[in-house]
């Protein structure tokens, strides 16, 4: 599974194609399969998204799972003090598996 991550334009904030746009969630990323460098090509040349790539990612339980740590960090937020993840509320934040 491939989704897209970028950050926004205006914010700077990390954000994931959701098939229509950019959610702040990973868990409203959609398999861009192979589409992702089109979809990437497009939405770069709208100016909504700097720096935005494909990575891979499973569909678990829970939803989306980015393969690597750097992404699951970009995802969730610092792995230091779970009452600065993007979900401070999930008891699940702070609890990954590496």
Do not use: C, F
């Amino acid at each position: 599974m491939k989704i897209l991550t970028g950050n926004d334009l205006k914010t700077g904030a990390v954000v994931w194609w959701d098939g229509v746009s950019w959610s702040l969630h990973v868990e409203d990323a959609i398999d861009a399969g192979d589409q992702a460098e089109t979809i990437l090509a497009r939405e770069q040349a709208t100016r909504r998204v700097n720096a935005a790539y494909a990575i891979d990612a499973t569909r678990e339980e829970g939803g989306v799972r980015p393969a690597h740590i750097k992404e699951r960090i970009r995802a969730l937020g610092p792995t230091v003090r779970a009452d600065l993840t993007l979900k401070p509320a999930d008891p699940e934040a702070g609890n990954w598996v590496i």
